[in-house]
């Protein structure tokens, strides 16, 4: 934990340094210039002016006062770190808390200004604030990065080597999916398009990176024009097959670094006759404020991300496999936990490892897609809990463990979740457990026009909670990448509509998470995730009609399942994925395994 | 039908009129001025014009083509109706048909003009015109209704009696109505409200009338202000009581026909500084211009509309008692005909009659809520299918009998389909009517969390439809009034996303039919439908968890019922619902009546 005089020392100098540019109040976000789901050293600068190490959090300095928005996964720990800070702890969501907007707007003065470094937020971040201050005269000041001048050993800006996927592995070139998206863009009316969201360009470029944790992306923009494309990379991760692969695309290569001269000089040469798109959820607030001095552009979702979602036969091909491989690491994992917890003495760490190992095992492994998640009992009603070496629960023979884990590999992005029975549990949990796995299995079983999108479907997933009057807070399920980012979208599957968030049809190729849990605080979690892909099933008279097929083949634990609560078609449903997972995993086990999975996936 | 020479004749009448007036097109919709789902015969120019009587169709008549566009179902009509007329058939929605904004974007010239009687178009029509035409320099006339000079024996404007609803039978008098209107202007900052919705302004004012069929409404129009509140009405209407009924509220009553001078008046004295609401979708393209020359106005859904929907504890007494009558209405036809089908000789019309005579004899009746549809064999799989007494179908000792009835009472309104066998049936009918029933079991039997609608329930109802690859072109269901039009908004059960559809959260009070079908063209139709209120079920951590109660106790006939295609849970369900009717309805049947109900309500 960072010294608190240190903390304090920081504060005083942002104060001054806030004093010497006439801005009364300063905000540090946690957020790189791209929006990224993890920041690298060099954008936390809201945990080196706080000292708060959690992974989302706001702070708010004014001259007399700071103060730091997080949300219930934190509060212990944020408390127990701002302690003796001065910074006062605003617990996200609960009754009576203001937002930053909302807290902004009851505190600022007519007059008054408030800065932040415009390329840390969002353009729909920004405009809150815009809107929240409109009527009190506030100056908004986002031109300077005022915590660069008094963070001395602030580590490196990220910049990793850029790696290029060959066509084998995507199944389209860089010059293929640009006239996709010159298409759209036609579409669409736009004549040029910006794009900052790093995966969304790793896509495009064929490029890969590793500038974010568990993001293989690169810090980089594109602009693309009827005619022109452009790629924005760091000199520092340049190679010189990147150089040969974007030529022969056609793609000009600049300087990261250039892009705001690129783009100022791009409309004042009267270049931009036509429309500029640009999204607002993640291009940031400095961008946004260029396109808006100068030109013509409108907000919209960047085609980009409804083109990368949908995958290729090529990569549906590798992925196919990947999930194979990754499916056995997690059956032997199963395997071996639920034997050597009577045996060894374990913890939520060590477990973790020996999942993270077999991974590392499969010849195609790169890195994890995101850290594993391995959480006994109590923990497991965490969504984002992680253990580490020095602060782990031991494992018992007793209750469950929820494992949340994934695998970047050459050939596909993965994410599974099992929880697994250690010893004896209730009847109580028996119960969720089945509701868990009912719901999972119904959603995944779904036929459905074609249209449909996450809203009209997630009743799916919910209904065996639903039923028992329990719920998760969260989405049932999320887009999955292709050597990219565990999460992304656009489709998802959630009943509550959200302005925000643009609703994606479930298009054939498109993978997408099934995750349903239960989630009781302070007592136990549970969650059960496979991977579908969006499959056509048939067409008719009735119109083209949508399926899933399972990526993940698991075994769910039949130890926690009750067979009397689920229907004969929900017991069908279960003993059929069984026999795949068996047919499928089988043969890639030892014979003791084999034995164990003939047994564990019995029909019931 | 109408003497084709006579149609040439009109058309010949209608061209002079339009030659007079400067206009090149002039187009001929088929409603009134409120938008109402039916028409009396004042606004049937379109049928008096082309000779179509079909419930929907648009005419438009240039100086020398005229064309009727209508939709599937009166495709053979339309045809017959329009040989020898010199009007093209245009058959919309097939492919290569183009719309009429498209037709007339394709054939008008520069600088012509388009005429219509802006009174009969809807606002969200006449923007769309006004968007296709936009780039070709096209003048829209609308302010004459052409056809009305040309018209000698035009009928009647409708003119029907004021009733007063006595509070007794809604709960909610004039003034805590618009109490609750301001409440909700005054949220969206709206400091005016327009409204032309006549079931709107039948609830608002506590008012009925019987100006349209089926829908117990007045021609009226309302304005409400912050501080005041007016009622157009025609002076036929009025009644000593409404008079004193609206002068006990505070309401001005103001002439029907003076809804124009009012508005300009209204916005010429300067009265209008706030914004003024109005719904696109009801109120007419001739309302429409007025706002917009004249007022600071926003487009946007009434108030009125959803706390209409929501129905007082009051109303749902009322209602819960006469969905019981209605329902032992129904139930004593469906012994009826069963049996009689094998003694007398019946058709579709008589079968009708029948029930409409049954319902006659509640002694709340007051009309039916909409044309009994009693459709036999392949007329079922016409979902507006209506049989008259020269050209029905009769009644034979096999296949099934679709019957979709409701009435209109003191104390609600009502609406239930039930699909009859009525002698031998195919097993493929059987397991399509298996499927429509277990479909609208399974949404009745949903619990969601507050705030779902009927874009997250739809595929509960679907479900087992589209499991075989099939489903239903129109919605699952829709809002019902009370002692109002049968059909109403803005809830409804539609899994599909509509621009121009608000999506309404299924709130407490609300009613909805939950009416899945099968329909097969020249084969069969199959629709099972009952009324559902929404309830809460559960209050808890997890949140505030709705249900639906039924209010239609009816049998779903057994005799197609294939119990093996359902799961357990299903059986329950329908076992369940079943026991409900036997005890509901029993105490009010004959003893033979009786015998029979527990037989067709058996456990399966």
Same mark, same amino acid.
């Given at each position: 934990m960072t010294d608190k005089k240190e903390i304090r020392q920081r504060l005083r100098m942002l104060?001054?340094?806030?004093?010497?540019?006439?801005?009364?109040?300063?905000?540090?976000?946690?957020?790189d210039f791209h929006n990224s789901e993890y920041v690298s050293g060099y954008f936390k600068a809201r945990e080196f002016l706080s000292g708060f190490t959690g992974s989302n959090g706001m702070l708010v300095v004014s001259r007399e006062e700071a103060g730091l928005w997080t949300d219930g996964r934190y509060f212990v720990q944020a408390e127990k770190e701002l302690a003796d800070t001065g910074i006062r702890l605003f617990r996200m969501q609960e009754e009576g808390v203001p937002d930053i907007p909302v807290y902004l707007e009851q505190n600022m003065w007519e007059g008054q200004s408030l800065g932040f470094d415009g390329r840390v %937020?969002?353009?729909?971040?920004?405009? @809150?604030? +815009?809107?929240?201050?409109?009527?009190?005269?506030?100056?908004?000041?986002?031109? @300077?990065?005022?915590?660069?001048?008094?963070?001395?050993? /602030?580590?490196?800006?990220?910049? &990793? /080597?850029?790696?290029?996927?060959?066509? +084998?592995?995507?199944? +389209?070139?860089?010059?293929?999916?640009?006239?996709? %998206?010159?298409?759209?863009?036609?579409?669409?009316?736009?004549?040029?398009?910006?794009?900052?969201?790093?995966?969304?360009?790793?896509?495009?470029f064929n490029l890969r990176g590793n500038d974010v944790a568990y993001n293989p992306v690169l810090m980089s923009?594109?602009?693309?024009?009827?005619?022109?494309?452009?790629?924005?990379?760091?000199?520092?991760? $340049?190679?010189?097959?990147?150089?040969?692969?974007?030529?022969?695309?056609?793609?000009?290569?600049?300087?990261?670094?250039?892009?705001?001269p690129f783009l100022q000089e791009y409309f004042l040469a009267g270049r931009s006759r036509g429309i500029l798109l640009y999204d607002d959820r993640n291009v940031s607030y400095a961008m946004y404020r260029i396109f808006w001095?100068?030109?013509?552009?409108?907000?919209?979702? &960047?085609?980009?991300?409804? $083109?990368?979602? %949908?995958?290729?036969?090529?990569?549906?091909?590798?992925?196919?496999?990947?999930?194979?491989?990754?499916?056995?690491?997690?059956?032997?994992?199963?395997?071996?936990?639920?034997?050597?917890?009577?045996?060894?003495?374990?913890?939520?760490?060590?477990?973790?490892?020996?999942?993270?190992?077999?991974?590392?095992?499969?010849?195609e492994f790169l890195d994890v897609s995101f850290p594993t998640i391995s959480a006994y009992g109590e923990h497991g009603a965490m969504m984002h809990y992680e253990a580490d070496e020095t602060d782990c629960a031991p494992l018992k023979e007793a209750g469950m463990l929820l494992v949340d884990s994934g695998g970047q590999y050459l050939g596909g992005t993965t994410d599974v979740t099992r929880t697994i029975v250690l010893g004896e549990i209730s009847q109580e949990m028996k119960e969720h457990f089945t509701a868990v796995a009912t719901g999972m299995l119904r959603l995944a079983?779904?036929?459905?026009?074609?249209?449909?999108?996450?809203?009209?479907?997630?009743?799916?997933?919910?209904?065996?909670?639903?039923?028992?009057?329990?719920?998760?807070?969260?989405?049932?399920?999320?887009?999955?990448?292709?050597?990219?980012?565990?999460?992304?979208?656009?489709?998802s599957i959630q009943w509550r509509y959200r302005k925000q968030i643009p609703?994606?049809?479930?298009?054939?190729?498109?993978? %997408?998470?099934?995750?349903?849990?239960?989630?009781?605080?302070?007592?136990?979690?549970? /969650?059960?995730?496979?991977?579908?892909?969006?499959? +056509?099933?048939?067409?008719?008279?009735?119109?083209?009609?949508?399926?899933?097929?399972?990526?993940?083949?698991?075994?769910?634990?039949?130890?926690?399942?009750?067979?009397? @609560?689920?229907?004969?078609?929900?017991r069908e449903a279960l003993n059929r994925y069984h026999r795949q997972v068996r047919e499928t995993i089988s043969p890639y086990l030892t014979e003791e395994e084999q034995v164990w999975l003939t047994e564990v996936t019995r029909e019931v």
């Open positions: 104060r001054t340094a806030m004093r010497e540019a006439g801005v009364d109040y300063y905000l540090v976000p946690t957020a %937020v969002t353009a729909a971040f920004g405009k @809150q604030l +815009e809107n929240a201050l409109s009527g009190k005269n506030v100056r908004i000041v986002s031109e @300077q990065d005022l915590v660069d001048s008094i963070w001395r050993d /602030r580590p490196a800006f990220p910049c &990793s /080597r850029a790696e290029t996927v060959p066509v +084998e592995y995507c199944g +389209e070139s860089v010059a293929q999916k640009l006239a996709k %998206v010159r298409e759209k863009m036609k579409q669409s009316k736009a004549s040029a398009l910006f794009v900052s969201k790093l995966d969304d360009l790793m896509w495009l923009y594109g602009f693309i024009t009827e005619k022109d494309a452009y790629v924005f990379l760091q000199a520092g991760s $340049l190679q010189r097959e990147t150089l040969e692969s974007m030529r022969g695309a056609g793609v000009w290569i600049r300087d990261y670094w250039s892009i705001v001095a100068y030109g013509n552009c409108r907000e919209g979702s &960047s085609p980009t991300e409804l $083109l990368k979602a %949908v995958k290729t036969e090529t990569e549906l091909e590798y992925i196919r496999k990947i999930y194979l491989k990754d499916s056995i690491a997690v059956t032997k994992f199963i395997h071996w936990i639920k034997k050597a917890v009577r045996e060894q003495s374990l913890t939520e760490y060590s477990a973790a490892q020996y999942l993270d190992n077999l991974r590392r095992g499969i010849p079983g779904a036929r459905f026009l074609y249209g449909c999108t996450g809203r009209n479907l997630d009743i799916l997933a919910r209904g065996p909670l639903w039923d028992l009057g329990m719920d998760y807070k969260c989405g049932t399920g999320h887009g999955v990448g292709y050597m990219l980012n565990v999460h992304e979208g656009p489709q609703e994606a049809v479930l298009e054939e190729g498109m993978l %997408v998470t099934d995750e349903p849990g239960v989630y009781l605080e302070g007592r136990y979690g549970i /969650r059960t995730e496979n991977v579908l892909e969006v499959k +056509e099933w048939l067409q008719c008279d009735s119109g083209r009609f949508m399926e899933f097929s399972h990526l993940t083949y698991v075994p769910i634990d039949l130890d926690a399942i009750v067979p009397e @609560q689920m229907s004969e078609k929900e």
